[in-house]
């Protein structure tokens, strides 16, 4: 009952920013808690940052805390994901989600993914 587009993504130097954007069709928007995955070519997914419905509790990965930000505006039916000091083991596909369930429950709905690729 979820689409979800991602965009944004590209190419940027170690040290530079990228801003996410994930633009969300369907209702009740603003009930599911959203989030962002990435996969690397050869590796597992794993769940980069995710915001709940609710209140904006957030969840980041060890990796990436301090550096990412996620953030919604349910009025416009979009979550982002600002990305601060790019290290090349950025690198991935990164996937917009979204769950009726908080974490560890896995998200029900998925994006098509935006490429992002850190140089060194």
């Known amino acids: 009952q979820v689409q979800l587009v991602e965009s944004g993504g590209g190419l940027v130097q170690a040290g530079g920013s990228l801003r996410l954007s994930c633009a969300a069709s369907?209702?009740?928007?603003?009930?599911?808690?959203m989030g962002w995955f990435r996969q690397a070519p050869g590796k597992e997914r794993e769940l980069v940052a995710a915001i709940r419905w609710s209140v904006g509790s957030t969840y980041f990965a060890d990796s990436v805390k301090g550096r990412f930000t996620i953030s919604r505006d349910n009025a416009k039916n979009t979550v982002n994901l600002q990305m601060n000091s790019l290290k090349p083991e950025d690198t991935a596909v990164y996937y917009c989600v979204a769950g009726s369930a908080w974490l560890p429950r896995p998200p029900e709905y998925w994006g098509q993914g935006t490429p992002v690729t850190v140089s060194s």
């Open positions: 369907g209702r009740s928007f603003s009930r599911y808690n």
